[in-house]
């Protein structure tokens, strides 16, 4: 047998640990002497390193001491591979929590950049309806209508586009166009200046949608801002309002300029 101090040093635990396990009753010394002196036996480290193996995957200590205390129930392998199974579940469930939680603090942070500002209690029911949809691939991608009016070809490229909330690139790209259309609010939407913008947006957007310029159209039409069912997080906003009436003065003109090239 072997004292605390010695244990200790060979597990690379400190004592004051020790104590606690015998407290919590996982561990308990194979022998306390009149003086206090605690000594362990192979058996007792041998439980120690079942300790030190469940700790180092998880279990919390009442999780440790269930275990161990069952041991007597039933054969050993067939308690710890139910253990064990038990706490992969377990594991998967936080995995969920945590991808959500990294989800929605994207997300928030992305709507900031979208809105320029942060509306608590609105991202508060907006967190309450996602909790209720499923998490696809560290996202929760927006929910189209099953009865809508496009090919099957179509639909694939309305679920590549990026999400809120993921770490796609183009995601950045859109946000910042987006800022640069706040900045230009306060003008006339069929000005030179922001008719420019309004090119760039289209040709950027344009290829998001892979050249299908009848689904981009389509889309701008679903996020109506004046609707109540916000389709995309946080597109329900003034900048898309300001935005619907830029594309519709520019693309009066693009038809025209059309029209002239045709004649």
Not at 45 to 54: D, E, K, N, P, T
Not at 71 to 87: F, K
């Amino acid at each position: 047998m072997i004292k605390i101090g010695q244990l200790a040093k060979k597990m690379g635990v400190s004592k004051k640990t020790l104590y606690h396990y015998e407290d919590v009753g996982i561990l308990k010394p194979s022998l306390i002497k009149d003086n206090g002196y605690r000594y362990y036996d192979e058996k007792a480290i041998l439980q120690l390193q079942r300790i030190l193996l469940l700790k180092s995957i998880g279990y919390t200590l009442e999780q440790i001491k269930r275990l161990l205390d069952s041991d007597s129930q039933a054969t050993e392998n067939q308690t710890w591979i139910h253990s064990l199974s038990e706490q992969v579940t377990l594991i998967e469930a936080e995995k969920e929590r945590l991808s959500r939680l990294q989800y929605y603090l994207n997300a928030t942070i992305h709507v900031i950049k979208l809105k320029g500002h942060l509306e608590p209690q609105e991202m508060l029911d907006i967190i309450e309806d996602l909790n209720r949809r499923t998490l696809v691939n560290g996202v929760i991608p927006a929910q189209f209508d099953e009865a809508l009016a496009i090919t099957e070809e179509q639909k694939g490229i309305l679920d590549r586009l990026p999400v809120i909330g993921s770490d796609d690139p183009r995601l950045e790209d859109l946000l910042s166009s987006f800022n640069d259309v706040r900045t230009i609010l306060h003008k006339d939407p069929r000005s030179n200046e922001v008719q420019q913008i309004a090119h760039t947006l289209y040709t950027k957007s344009l290829k998001l949608f892979e050249g299908d310029e009848e689904l981009m159209n389509f889309y701008w039409e679903l996020l109506d801002p004046s609707s109540d069912n916000e389709l995309v997080i946080g597109m329900n906003t003034e900048v898309t309002a300001y935005m619907d009436k830029m594309f519709h003065h520019y693309e009066k003109t693009r038809l025209k300029n059309k029209e002239r090239k045709e004649t």
